[in-house]
């Protein structure tokens, strides 16, 4: 199986200013159809998780334009250009180019 | 709307199984996979597979191959997961999914298991 690490496991952040989590897989995640599937999902507390990108970039609706994701191959970025406390929560990043999927072990992104 | 509703809470016993349901409504069933994954308390996610409802074919993670089974009930737009031998390490909210990666992605509210003594 792809092994999906991210760092760091925590962030401790300052409401706005910029905040930035890495995710390398152990092989890479370019798919046989030219996609990327590199996903960021967040979970706030006691939720259920929200998906913010797919395919590396691309961002689902109504998540906004502060959160960014870029990368290729192995290493991938999410960025949120200025925090805000809404953002606070666990951020994992997913592979789906293989068969079976897997997810980084989470990220959590609080207060400074 | 896409709306994915899964049945309630289960306490069950190690050894035992479980089965939850995830009912599908507001698109075409057979045209999305639905995904599995489950989070232990204070842990992260965790992909168990998926079912494909056009013809019922599975995957399975590695960590749960020969202890899960998912199925289907087209009629009623339902999908099912059973986990076996379950311990307590199988504590855990179990999520079903549409849409994991690359179409919108939909998630049900969530089925907690608590498996004790």
């Known amino acids: 199986d792809v092994v999906m690490t991210q760092s760091p496991l925590s962030l401790p952040v300052t409401l706005g200013q910029p905040a930035s989590i890495s995710c390398r897989s152990s092989?890479?995640?370019?798919?046989?159809?030219?996609?990327?599937?590199l996903n960021w999902f967040q979970q706030r507390p006691g939720q259920s998780p929200r998906r913010l990108i797919y395919?590396?970039?691309t961002r689902d609706s109504g998540v906004p334009d502060r959160f960014s994701g870029s990368g290729s191959g192995t290493d991938f970025t999410l960025k949120i250009s200025r925090v805000e406390a809404e953002d606070l929560g666990v951020y994992y990043c997913m592979q789906g180019s293989q068969p079976k999927y897997t997810f980084g072990q989470g990220t959590k992104l609080e207060i400074k | 709307q896409v709306q994915l509703v899964q049945s309630g809470a289960e306490v069950t016993r190690p050894g035992a199984s479980v089965r939850i349901s995830c009912k599908a409504s507001g698109y075409t069933f057979t045209d999305y996979f639905i995904y599995w994954v489950r989070q232990a308390p204070g842990q992260g996610l965790e992909w168990m597979g998926f079912?494909?409802?056009?013809?019922?074919?599975?995957t399975y993670a590695q960590n749960f191959q020969g202890r899960v089974a998912m199925t289907m009930d087209t009629s009623t737009r339902t999908v099912f997961m059973e986990l076996s031998s379950l311990t307590s390490e199988d504590t855990a909210i179990y999520y079903c999914?549409?849409?994991?990666?690359?179409?919108?992605?939909?998630w049900g509210q969530g089925t907690l298991v608590t498996v004790s003594s």
């Open positions: 092989q890479s995640l370019v798919h046989s159809d030219g996609n990327t599937y």
């Open positions: 395919k590396v970039s």
């Open positions: 079912i494909n409802p056009s013809g019922g074919s599975t």
């Open positions: 999914a549409r849409g994991l990666r690359s179409t919108t992605c939909y």
